[in-house]
């Protein structure tokens, strides 16, 4: 028995001028010449036939993938041609025989994009979805990305997307022995990939004006391959446009729903059915260098990316994609994408000749390739220009609106975003978590388009080994750093020879260092970075910024303080006025330990709480989760969290000044883009991705080298606050117990020397079964890869990046249900598949244990459903915990405080 099935591909470019115009680079007199010769020619009677057909024969079935960019211009110029798809369409509901398939809206490269996340892919995607739903009236199941481009990433997002098949072209290289109408699986098993059989599709589509075959005929071909899928695909323009009605084409399609009833062994079905009832099947691995496609006879990216300019002017366009969507401009977005129709990529086609060329020639309105190269590079440089402008216009508006100014405050920065001038690429000074939120949060909002400062310590040290510069040469930059700027670099010589943002260097600690840090922010940074209009929000984070929300406000500036963990220091009243603070400006908001009433000489013996001041004082509070907050308000973790904090938070808490913003790792904390990596990977390829990693990590760390050992990483400082004690007393017991899976455990941090010390220890004793080092940022990214467990066994927790991280990596946290965490994991419930990691609740070793035999537990599972799994969390975790959400959040607050929209 044979299964067929037929799809058409209904399409049409918006085709850009020969000599393109900056604000009008589209032949649109054109464009509605050729549609509505097609729609006479091909789609008006095409479909009014195959309408027929499918009322008269209850066995037919048809297949349709329609563009956006045919719709568009179908609404634009022929509504009849758009009421006659939405005809199909209801037949379609009505029937079940005739089917819709998902595509590219624009009939786009992006799922060659670079980008691991495919996220403009899967944008259009989502719209063209949404324009089907919109004007045909069904949602569709099953994909045909554009070209028939396929590899593994690609069907991974169509599976993400929820299709359940994929059309593909097969090449007699990509299954060895196997028919060329064989359906197969992709890479991990999620989508059924259909091949077209491409012999028979050719027949109709470009011989069958030659050849003059009968309906009959073609049956009797299909007939004889019996017990395989042949899908039969071309261009709808196939039938009355590229063969015409005098060809008999369309008494050919009239006569084979008969011909094919004559032959019982011939089962009509859609691409989704296909997919549902051919579930097992051979999975097949192609990689982004195989991709596949229907285009010539090498059936790859060729036609696309062949040769050298349309390699160049395909990266130009990716390279554009951040720049226009900055702008936020619905007009130029729909440009840059119109400009990313394969079409026009196609049109420069220089590597293929004979038949093949004239293909090419056929499809072209250019007179040669030189032409539409030409017209391409002057609309994609046009469109870069008329972004600029735009970009230009937005910041003179911008001045005469006189927008407010939001100065961020932080005593430590991973990197700053580029647009902060000369020194933006070399500035660093990373202490912990609190560095790589202050990082993320500014870039995002510079990309926001708001008006961000920040003020930094100038840590030379960490700056020189950031950028591997000198000292001459980092004076020489910040010579000429001159004129209005971004950042603030707080200079003083305490900073100058610190490794650590926090450590201790002789009389040197992080109070003085913070104390300086204030001293030159509250009587210069405050003045030198306040707009000209005075309007000013000064957003400061953790006790090494708490007296600055009191000078801040004395000046009238709206505050806002953000808590990343609960520890405070202290200094009298005398000692900051001696280290110059004028405290005596602001002291009445500041938090004092005594009423200076109460006691003799104030000045000199009451001291000032740093942290405490920075709640007091500011307008708004923030705490990085939600849960943390409400850990605070209700009383736990006495031991640590004093009533003076607790009842400064509550104030605030229930005058509605402050709330829990959760933080979100940096968007290039991707295992796709992340650096330190051994190989860089996605959720469509993480088992190979993570093997690799995984025996580079091992082999680093000194662990025997076993791609399938399950292995538990330690990614957090070793503090008490952290419970290395819960892992020390069951590190050695649970490798032991579980000597079988040959489980590995590895700790890659650095913190109280006492700790350092066990874990070497513990180490040493395990036999290459659980290993220590020292902390090294890209050994840590790495390890992140490398592992498929996260421990985070935290007493108490403000947010955590490292269990979020984690999950953008396949790596699934085993945490403890306190603040950040709390908010962040659930526990997983094989039975349901839903959760994203291992969650116990009182701090004790046997929960913890608990914990860790429960990843064990999903560790043994049947490595489809395990690896099911695990895309999915990797997906929800990108998507969850992003920092445009969590910038969002911050930017309500700050246009609360100062009562007006910023964006």
Request: overall charge negative; aromatic content about 10%.
């Amino acid at each position: 028995m044979s299964v067929l099935g037929f799809y058409f591909e209904a399409h049409q470019p918006r085709r850009l001028k020969k000599h393109p115009l900056p604000a009008d680079p589209f032949d649109d007199a054109l464009n509605k010449e050729i549609l509505n010769k097609v729609a006479n020619k091909c789609y008006l009677p095409a479909n009014a036939m195959f309408a027929r057909l499918i009322q008269e024969h209850e066995n037919f079935k048809i297949c349709f993938s329609v563009t956006g960019t045919l719709m568009e211009q179908a609404l634009m110029f022929n509504r009849k041609l758009v009421d006659s798809f939405a005809m199909l369409g209801q037949l379609a509901r009505e029937t079940g025989r005739v089917e819709f398939l998902g595509e590219t809206y624009y009939h786009s490269l992006t799922g060659l994009f670079k980008d691991g996340n495919k996220e403009e892919f899967k944008e259009q995607i989502k719209k063209h979805r949404e324009m089907m739903e919109k004007y045909i009236g069904v949602t569709p199941k099953s994909f045909r990305n554009t070209e028939l481009l396929y590899n593994n990433s690609i069907a991974g997002v169509a599976a993400e997307m929820g299709h359940t098949s994929i059309i593909c072209e097969k090449r007699d290289d990509m299954i060895a022995g196997k028919s060329p109408n064989a359906v197969f699986k992709d890479k991990h098993g999620a989508i059924t990939v259909i091949p077209r059989n491409y012999d028979l599709s050719d027949e109709l589509a470009f011989r069958f004006t030659h050849r003059h075959f009968t309906a009959d005929t073609f049956a009797d071909w299909v007939a004889r391959i019996d017990g395989e899928v042949v899908m039969i695909g071309m261009d709808y323009e196939a039938i009355g446009e590229h063969q015409w009605e005098d060809t008999g084409i369309f008494g050919f399609w009239e006569h084979l729903p008969r011909a094919l009833d004559e032959r019982p062994n011939i089962v009509m079905k859609n691409p989704t059915e296909i997919g549902y009832e051919l579930k097992d099947a051979q999975r097949v691995s192609i990689d982004n260098l195989a991709t596949s496609s229907w285009a010539d006879e090498g059936r790859n990216t060729n036609p696309w990316l062949g040769n050298r300019g349309q390699q160049r002017l395909f990266e130009m366009y990716q390279e554009m994609e951040t720049r226009i969507r900055m702008k936020d401009d619905e007009e130029l977005l729909d440009t840059w994408r119109h400009l990313g129709t394969s079409d026009n990529f196609y049109y420069m086609c220089t590597t293929r000749h004979g038949a093949d060329g004239g293909v090419h020639e056929y499809f072209s309105h250019f007179d040669d390739v030189t032409e539409s190269i030409v017209a391409y590079t002057t609309a994609l440089t046009q469109l870069g220009t008329r972004r600029a402008k735009k970009a230009k216009q937005v910041s003179k508006s911008a001045k005469r609106y006189r927008r407010p100014r939001v100065l961020l405050v932080t005593p430590e920065i991973t990197e700053l975003a580029s647009g902060f001038g000369n020194l933006s690429n070399v500035v660093s000074a990373k202490g912990g978590g609190l560095a790589d939120i202050s990082s993320a949060l500014i870039d995002e909002m510079m990309k926001m388009g708001l008006d961000v400062h920040v003020a930094i310590p100038k840590y030379e040290r960490q700056i020189r080994e950031y950028s591997q510069i000198s000292q001459r040469e980092l004076d020489r930059l910040a010579s000429i750093f001159k004129g209005p700027k971004r950042i603030h670099l707080v200079q003083d010589s305490l900073f100058s020879h610190i490794r650590d943002v926090y450590e201790k260097h002789g009389a040197n600690d992080a109070l003085h260092r913070s104390i300086a840090f204030q001293e030159k922010v509250i009587n210069t940074v405050l003045s030198e970075a306040m707009p000209a209009h005075g309007k000013m929000l000064v957003h400061c984070n953790d006790w090494m910024t708490g007296l600055i929300p009191a000078a801040a406000r004395e000046r009238g500036f709206k505050t806002m303080f953000t808590i990343h963990n609960i520890y405070s220091e202290k200094k009298t009243l005398r000692e900051l006025e001696a280290m110059g603070i004028d405290v005596s400006r602001f002291y009445n908001e500041l938090y004092l330990e005594q009423h200076p009433d109460s006691v003799a000489n104030p000045w000199e013996t009451i001291g000032v709480d740093f942290l405490l001041s920075g709640i007091k004082a500011s307008h708004f509070v923030n705490t990085v989760s939600p849960t943390f907050l409400n850990e605070i308000v209700n009383g736990y973790f006495p031991d640590i969290i004093s009533w003076q904090t607790r009842e400064e938070f509550k104030a605030k808490y229930f005058a509605g000044a402050a709330s829990g913003i959760l933080n979100a790792p940096k968007a290039n904390a991707h295992p796709a883009i992340g650096k330190g990596l051994f190989l860089n990977y996605d959720e469509t390829t993480f088992v190979e991705g993570k093997k690799a990693n995984k025996m580079e990590f091992q082999e680093q760390m000194g662990l025997k080298v076993d791609e399938n050992a399950p292995l538990m990483f330690w990614p957090s400082r070793l503090f008490s606050q952290k419970g290395p004690e819960l892992l020390a007393a069951i590190a050695q017991p649970l490798v032991d117990v579980y000597t079988e899976d040959n489980l590995q455990i590895a700790v890659v941090a650095n913190g109280d020397y006492g700790w350092e010390r066990i874990y070497g220890q513990i180490a040493c004793a395990s036999n290459g079964r659980i290993a220590y080092s020292n902390f090294d940022a890209n050994l840590s990214e790495l390890g992140k890869a490398a592992a498929d467990f996260i421990l985070m066994p935290s007493l108490y927790e403000p947010c955590g990046l490292p269990q979020m991280e984690g999950m953008r990596y396949g790596t699934l946290p085993i945490v403890r249900a306190t603040g950040g965490l709390k908010d962040t994991v659930e526990h997983f419930d094989p039975e349901k598949d839903t959760g994203n990691g291992f969650v116990f609740n009182d701090y004790v070793s046997d929960a913890f244990w608990w914990a860790c035999s429960e990843a064990m537990n999903f560790y043994r599972l049947p490595e489809k459903a395990r690896h099911r799994t695990i895309r999915r969390v990797m997906r929800e975790g990108a998507n969850t915990f992003n920092l445009e959400k969590t910038t969002m959040q911050y930017v309500r607050v700050y246009e609360k405080l100062l009562g007006e929209k910023l964006i």
